[in-house]
Every structure is written in structure tokens, then in C-alpha cells.
């Protein structure tokens, strides 16, 4: 929709006397208001298209009632309602925010993140560590726009609330060292970024086990930092591990897959953010190792067999063959090497399900 067509011009008059409007977005003066809910302003029609596309339209209504305790609404909503509604409102904006990175669309996710902000503020309060996932979306939005400076401040503020909950999880931990790994590499300083990812695979380690695909990314991001520095020997050592731990995942959710193959499960493996992850992370390997001047066969057919399986799951067929077909040329290298049989058993099924049409889209199965 056009943003002209969602907003409309503030009548001050029509406003209780002192009460000023702040746009949504930069927290300027307000000169237009959302014509549908009436409860968010904005300083420009540029502010209320982006935050229209960014996350207002998924969230529109859900503010009315957030923003308008009259007298008689507070008497007939509990302070409790209106904090669950808030919270609910947070998971929202987290999730949207989330997805439109995974996207690569970091622009569009900064309404979305910043929101989550605003809300977690008001839901826990100021320098609480329940903020650091609305930090951690913003310091991510920002490294895609190549706003370092923000980033830094960003996760600044992340490592305050940490330090000042010392018995928070080790979820968020593992995060915020992830998130600061990343900072270092786009500055430059691999060292420091070598050991936050150090720390960031200690505390997944921790908390979901050395063979996690939680704990597999932060291989794969110090694989990266040790790609920058030259030593290969490590990055193969390090994306060896991720494709193991990636290899015994997938077949497990295959064999799940098989189980249910007359009729289908609606709902997803994954959420979007982590398949696209997931696929760029196995992608990159694969290119690895088809560069690699070793040409270790039996490394690019566990890590196409993963890709194979990973497109199968999302009910991608045509991409399931191709993998599928690069994963077996390569095993077929390696006298009875024991994927061949896996590899062919998976493009059969491929071929089956590609021409025997089944109930649920292919993004439903993912």
C-alpha cells in the first residue's frame, strides 16, 4: 500500500493540550499519524512508509489498545493484560525483525528492532538483560548497513546488561559473544574476534552440547577468521566438524521425513532465518572445498549430501537432485565409500515426489 494512503495530517487542536507527538521512527515532532490505528506518528511520509513496510502494517491494531488506557480501559484491563500484550507485542517485532535480516533486508528490519527496544524498555526496564535480543537485531541491522559505530554502542549497551545480571543464561552469552566476534571481523581485529567466537562456542557448548548445530556456527565463523589469516589446515579441521555435525542433523530429520512421507507434516524444520543461514553456511563450504587444491572427494560428498537433504526437507526437488548428483559423482571416487548408497537412496526419493504430486506447498514442509 502507499504510504499516502495509510497516513493522514495531525490536527494539533484535536490534540489535549502539551500532549506533543514524536515520529515513530526518529522520535522527531509528529506531523502525520497513521490513519488507520491513530495511535502512531510520524514526522514525514517517508518515516511512515518505511515503518509500514518495516513492521507497522503486521502490528497496526494490536496498538490500539496499548495506546489508548483511557481512565475507563485501565479500570477494565489489569496492569498484567497490558504487560502480556506488550510481550506478545516484543515476540512479534523480534521474530519480523529476525526474518527480514535472514532476508538481507537490514533497512527494513530497523522499525521492527527498534520497536522490540522500545517495548522491552517499557515491559522490564532500562539496562535489564531481557533487552540484549532487541540489541543484539539492531546491532545486526546495522552491521549490514555498515554502521560500525552504531554497532559498537549497540552491543556496548548488550555486554552492560550482561555484566550487571550475572546469573542471566548462557544463551544470551553465547550470543552477544557471537554478535561482538562479528563486530571484530568487519574491523579488522580477527584476534579479538577469535576469541569471542572462542567464548561464543564455549557457552552454546554449555548450554546445548558440543555436537549442537547451535554450537556448529561458531565453527564456522572462526573458520572464516581463520580463512582471512591463511591457515587453511584449521579451516578444514573447523568445516569438517560443522559438516558432521550438519551431516548426522539432517539424516535424522530425514529418517523423520521418510516416516511421514504418505502425508506430509505442515509444519517446519526450520524457521526462514535459519534455512537461509543454514544454506549460505553450507554453500560456503562446499565452494571451499571444491576450490581446495586437495580435492578431498569424501568432504564435498558430506557436505553436498547435507545441501541434497537440506533442499529435500524444504521440498526444493529440483535443488535436492543437483546436490544430490554432485554429492554421488563425488562418492563414487571412493571404492565403496559408504554415503554412495544414502546419496542414491535420497535422489530416488527425490524423483519420486517430484512427479507423484502430495498435499501441502513445498514451503509448508521446510
Not at 510481550?87 to 517485532?93: F, G, H, K, V
Request: proline share 4%.
Amino acid at each position: 500500500m502507499e504510504a499516502e494512503s495509510q497516513a493522514s495530517a495531525i490536527i494539533p487542536l484535536a490534540l489535549p493540550k502539551g500532549a506533543e507527538k514524536f515520529c515513530e521512527l526518529c522520535q522527531r515532532e509528529a506531523r502525520l499519524q497513521c490513519s488507520k490505528c491513530r495511535v502512531t506518528f510520524y514526522c514525514a511520509a517517508e518515516h511512515q512508509q518505511a515503518d509500514w513496510v518495516g513492521i507497522h502494517k503486521r502490528i497496526c491494531q494490536l496498538l490500539v489498545p496499548i495506546r489508548t488506557l483511557t481512565l475507563r480501559s485501565l479500570q477494565q484491563t489489569s496492569h498484567t493484560e497490558t504487560q502480556i500484550k506488550k510481550a506478545e507485542l516484543i515476540e512479534i517485532c523480534r521474530l519480523v525483525a529476525q526474518s527480514k535480516l535472514s532476508e538481507g533486508k537490514h533497512q527494513e528490519a530497523l522499525p521492527a528492532a527498534q520497536l522490540c527496544l522500545r517495548c522491552s524498555i517499557d515491559v522490564h526496564g532500562p539496562n535489564t538483560v531481557q533487552l540484549v535480543p532487541a540489541y543484539l537485531l539492531l546491532a545486526e541491522a546495522n552491521m549490514g548497513l555498515g554502521n560500525l559505530d552504531l554497532v559498537a554502542d549497540f552491543l556496548s549497551q548488550a555486554e552492560w546488561a550482561v555484566l550487571k545480571s550475572p546469573k542471566c543464561g548462557l544463551t544470551v552469552h553465547h550470543q552477544l559473544h557471537r554478535s561482538l566476534g562479528r563486530l571484530h571481523v568487519a574491523t579488522g581485529d580477527l584476534e579479538t574476534a577469535l576469541h569471542n567466537f572462542a567464548n561464543d562456542i564455549y557457552f552454546a557448548t554449555e548450554e546445548y552440547g558440543l555436537d549442537s548445530t547451535v554450537t556448529s556456527r561458531g565453527y564456522f565463523l572462526m573458520a572464516d577468521v581463520f580463512t582471512k589469516q591463511g591457515k587453511m589446515p584449521t579451516v578444514r579441521s573447523l568445516y569438517s566438524e560443522v559438516a558432521r555435525i550438519w551431516h548426522r542433523h539432517l539424516t535424522r530429520l530425514l529418517e523423520t521425513r521418510k516416516e511421514s512421507i504418505q502425508n506430509p507434516p505442515v509444519d517446519s524444520f526450520y524457521d526462514k532465518a535459519e534455512r537461509v543461514e543454514v544454506d549460505e553456511m553450507l554453500r560456503t563450504m562446499l565452494e571451499f572445498e571444491q576450490k581446495d587444491t586437495r580435492k578431498d572427494p569424501a568432504r564435498i560428498a558430506v557436505v553436498a549430501h547435507c545441501l541434497a537433504m537440506l533442499s529435500f526437507l524444504g521440498g526444493d526437488f529440483l535443488k535436492a537432485q543437483g546436490f544430490g548428483s554432485t554429492a554421488l559423482q563425488a562418492s563414487q571416487l571412493i571404492p565403496d565409500h559408504d554415503l554412495t548408497e544414502p546419496i542414491q537412496a535420497l535422489l530416488q526419493l527425490v524423483k519420486i515426489l517430484h512427479t507423484v504430486p502430495h498435499p501441502g506447498s513445498a514451503e509448508s514442509q521446510y
